[in-house]
């Protein structure tokens, strides 16, 4: 079961920008770093943002990620095609002693 | 390169056990933590447990307790899975995973997964 909070859907129209939030507890975002994966369908999830606002070598920087509190952010800046997919956010829980997601937003380019 | 190479699909009965394998390669397979999880049709993504491969201790989420139990195999690089008592809402696909020893809070590479279908 999903213990992060993510919109279900977000979506927008070549080059605009769309922001996804993630909303946790204080074992988890409020104590730990945020990390973001996107999942293309059939694949397997693939690390976007880490430690809440670094990129992976070869992620765009269209992609940027924020924290504040127990929540977390997502953005994607000019939209483009090839984005469209489902993304994650993820964070460690300290009572858990184990990773905890979010539900899940799929981005639609329009 | 990494890669995380899983074992192929399963079809199981209600209350059979299955096994999934993850072998690593292209990094000391001691230095990362290999995780399970899992991800039911059309759901969101579930952490299952974890292994540290140098000193074989385990972590598992409290709602798989007494179902799964996951080891290692140093020798091939080779974590493995079983989970019991199957049911028809242990149908989805099987990940492993790695985070460093060092940052165990990043997961930085998945495995493709495995499908295990559970039905009579």
């Known amino acids: 079961q999903s213990v992060l909070t993510q919109p279900p859907s977000a979506s927008g129209t070549p080059g605009q920008r769309v922001t996804i939030s993630c909303s946790g507890s204080?074992?988890?975002?409020?104590?730990?770093?945020v990390n973001w994966y996107q999942q293309l369908p059939g694949t397997a999830p693939k690390l976007l943002i880490y430690?809440?606002?670094r990129r992976p070598s070869g992620v765009p920087d269209r992609f940027s990620g924020s924290k504040s509190g127990t929540s977390a952010s997502l953005a994607v800046s000019g939209l483009q095609s090839e984005d469209e997919s489902d993304y994650y956010c993820?964070?460690?829980?300290?009572?858990?002693?184990?990773?905890?997601f979010g539900t899940g937003t799929m981005v639609t380019v329009l | 390169q990494v890669q995380l190479v899983q074992s192929g699909a399963e079809v199981q009965k209600p209350g059979a056990s299955v096994k999934v394998s993850c072998q690593a390669s292209?990094?000391?397979?001691?230095?990362?933590?290999i995780h399970w999880l899992r991800q039911a049709p059309g759901q969101g993504l579930e952490w299952m447990a974890w292994?540290?491969?140098?000193?074989?201790?385990?972590k598992y989420a409290q709602q798989f307790e007494g179902r799964i139990v996951v080891t290692r195999d140093t020798s091939i690089s080779t974590a493995y899975m079983e989970l019991s008592s199957l049911r028809s809402d242990d149908t989805a696909v099987y990940h492993c995973?790695?985070?460093?020893?060092?940052?165990?809070?990043?997961?930085?590479?998945w495995g493709p997964g495995t499908l295990v279908a559970v039905s009579s």
């Open positions: 995973a790695r985070s460093s020893i060092v940052i165990t809070d990043l997961i930085d590479f």
């Open positions: 292209g990094y000391t397979f001691s230095s990362y933590y």
């Open positions: 292994i540290n491969p140098y000193t074989g201790g385990t």
């Open positions: 204080r074992s988890n975002i409020g104590s730990n770093t």
């Open positions: 430690s809440n606002n």
């Open positions: 993820a964070a460690w829980d300290d009572s858990l002693n184990g990773p905890v």
